[in-house]
């Protein structure tokens, strides 16, 4: 709404990347910032030092964004975009429930398959990996590597982590997996370079459809990128994308892809301020 006035008033935009337009700032109207005083004063002197050419040209984008993209009909399907995210993923072993066999019932969710590969990985790891001294981390990988994981010889996996499926777990070089962390990856969950899930943190890429009387489950990939950050107790949800260098708070809930190098916290997450962007 903020947007739609200014563009009314003929005022130059200045907004962060957690207004969810990033599509303005790649048109070229809009100056970006970010959530710290030290951004906000520099975009706003950005926006008073503008010259009038440069200003005007601004101002008719920005009106010719709004015209194409706000119009009654976009808004309808970017909302729907938003609160609705993709469509959820079916892998092949998940199996469909009706009335008759729902999780209600009893019913299987997974194939037989599925259930008797995560019965002996459930096994191997409690005797052979969730007592071992947090130094043999390699020794924890081959472990996950049998079990058919990608994950980097230089990754530090600890023995309280409780990984659902190695199936479904990616993780590049020199990222962490903390104790007591929960990788409940019934789709895929990928960790990027040196990125750090700090202890007691959860990672969930399953979900129920709320609408299906059966409680139809479903599943979404997580995607953590490089040099991200997940707190310790931070909750990440089916079908979140956190951005390359972004950093989800202690106890914070990400329902909601997060933007690069930017900094959440809360329940939901919401964008708190930027981080610097130390690989440039």
């Known amino acids: 709404m903020s947007i739609l006035e200014a563009v009314a008033s003929d005022t130059v935009i200045a907004m962060s990347g957690a207004c969810n337009l990033p599509e303005m700032f790649e048109r070229g109207c809009a100056v970006e910032t970010g959530m710290a005083p030290d951004l906000i004063e520099a ?22 964004f709004v015209a194409e993209h706000m119009s009654e009909g976009a808004v ?81 996996v600890y023995g309280s982590a409780q990984v659902w499926l190695p199936a479904n777990l ?37 979900t129920h459809d709320i609408n299906s009387s059966s409680f139809q489950l479903h599943t979404a990939p997580i995607n953590i990128g490089a040099q991200a950050w997940i707190c310790a107790d931070a909750f990440v949800g089916p079908g979140v994308t956190v951005g390359e260098g972004a950093v989800l708070g202690a106890r914070g809930a990400a329902f909601r892809s997060l933007l690069p190098w930017t900094v959440h916290g809360g329940n939901p997450a919401k964008c708190i301020k930027n981080r610097l962007n130390f690989t440039k």
């Open 43 to 64: 975009a706003l002197e950005t926006c008073v030092d503008m010259t009038e050419d440069v200003a005007a040209a601004f101002k008719k984008d920005a009106k010719s």
């Open 170 to 206: 990616h993780m590049g070089a020199q990222s962490v997996m903390g104790p007591r962390v929960i990788c409940y990856n019934q789709g895929p969950i990928s960790l990027g370079s040196r990125t750090v899930v700090s202890q007691g943190a959860h990672l969930c890429s399953g």
């Open 76 to 156: 309808v399907k970017r909302f729907s975009e938003v609160y609705a995210g993709s469509p959820p993923s079916t892998p092949s072993d998940l199996l469909k429930s009706d009335e008759e066999s729902s999780i209600f019932t009893g019913a299987a969710s997974f194939s037989f398959r599925n259930r008797l590969v995560r019965a002996a990985w459930g096994i191997t790891w409690a005797l052979m990996a969730k007592w071992t001294p947090p130094p043999m981390h390699k020794w924890r990988i081959l472990l996950l590597k049998i079990f058919g994981a990608d994950v980097d010889w230089s990754c530090k």
